[in-house]
Every structure is written in structure tokens, then in C-alpha cells.
């Protein structure tokens, strides 16, 4: 099934109202309830406020990791009482040649860019590849939920809901990834520039891999791929420094 799922007359009348509100909640909703999620472990779980900074930083990623697959779960409830499922919107679907280059051309200039920041933070760049310890469950935790959930709530869900709307495929690269960068608004907490500097560039490469996404007929594996990649690398090691204060330190 490679074209956006139809709908029925009924569902298409109120389908603007439903459209914009999905775009707020992603949006919006989501840094919300990721907001909430870290508050109720760093309330609930002492080593989230008084343990090492190791395991500090894995608890800070653990709220927001399970608000993430929530909201996921939540898409695939929508999408059943639709009578679909994460295979019509092309969640399994591999894509082709041209998608892949694509997504992973852009994955790459994110991965150079973030990794420029590791000798200021005296962690060598091979840590990036090869992290151990709990780098290494920081890891594999930021790029599966990141690369999975978060492709498939902004690129597979929300294009296809705008693709059904009658908006036209640049409305669909751009839009969600307007809602992609504004996701991000957790950052907000290290001041409005700092912030901006992260959602712009972030809503960039949403876009960008939506645009792999269509061109690998909505196949959504080639986003997955290039998105865990890009979290997986250099992205836990600055979360690290931002959450724990901890240049380049390993805690025993």
C-alpha cells in the first residue's frame, strides 16, 4: 500500500478540526507529557534526584522514553479504530535505493555536526561508536525510542493524516516538521536561544527525513535507521553533559 490511507465522507467533514488538533498534541502534548514523565521519576525514583550522575542521566532518559512509547501506543489505538495499522502507513515498508542515500546523507551532516562537540567536552570521538557502560544503554535507549517512536508519530502518522487532508506534499514535509522542532520545547529549560538553536535545525532534519520518507514511497525504515543513528552517537554523550554537569566524566 504505498498512497495515503482514504477516508470516508463523514470522517473527511471533521478531518481539519482532527488534523490540527493531532498537530498540537505531537506538538505540543508530547514535550508536555515528556515534562511530566521526568517530574514523576525525579518525584517517585531517589536516584533520579541523589544518585551517580550515570544513573541520574538514565533515569532523566527513562521518563520521557516511556511518554514516548505511550504516545505511540496511542497512535496505533487511533489507528485500529480506523481498522488500520502501522503497516498502512508504512511503518514496516523498507523504502528504496533513493531514500536511504537521502536519509542517511542527512543523518551524517547531524552526526558530523554533534560530534564536533565531543574533544570540547574531552571525550574522544570513537566513544561516540563505541560507548560502554551506561553510555552504551543511554544509547541504545535515546536512538530505538527516538528512531522509532518519534519517526513514526511525525513522519508516518502525521504526513499521512495531512496527505489525507488534501494537503500537498511540500504542506506534508513541512508542517510536521514544524510540530518535529517545536517536540523539542523540553530544551526550553536551558533558555530561549539554546533552545532555538536546537529546534530549528531539529525541525530541518524532520523535514528532511520526511522528505526520505516519500521518496521511498512512505516507507518509514530509511527515517528509522538514519534517526537512530544520529541519537545513538554523539547526542547521549552532550545530553550527559547538559542533564548532569559532568564534562566528560565517567562516573565509576
Known sequence: MNSPCTLDET???HFPVRLWTEFVILGLGLPAALWVAAKLIKLSIPAATHGSPGERFLWWIIGPAIAEWLFVLGVVFVLRQR???????????VGNWHSWVFALFFAALSIGGNLRFLPRMNVPISSAFFPHGFHLAAALMMGITAGFCEEVLFRAFLMTEFANAGYGKVAQVLIPGVAFGLSHAGYLNQGFLPWLGIAVPTAFL????????LMGR???VPAIVAHFLNDATALPWISFFMVTGALG???G
Not at 83 to 93: A, E, N, T
Open 83 to 93: 481498522q488500520l495499522s502501522l503497516k498502512d502507513i508504512g511503518v514496516w515498508r
Open 218 to 220: 512512505r516507507g518509514l
Open 206 to 213: 524532520g523535514m528532511m527525513w520526511g522528505v526520505a520518507y
Open 11 to 13: 470522517a473527511a467533514r
Open 249 to 251: 566524566r565517567t562516573p
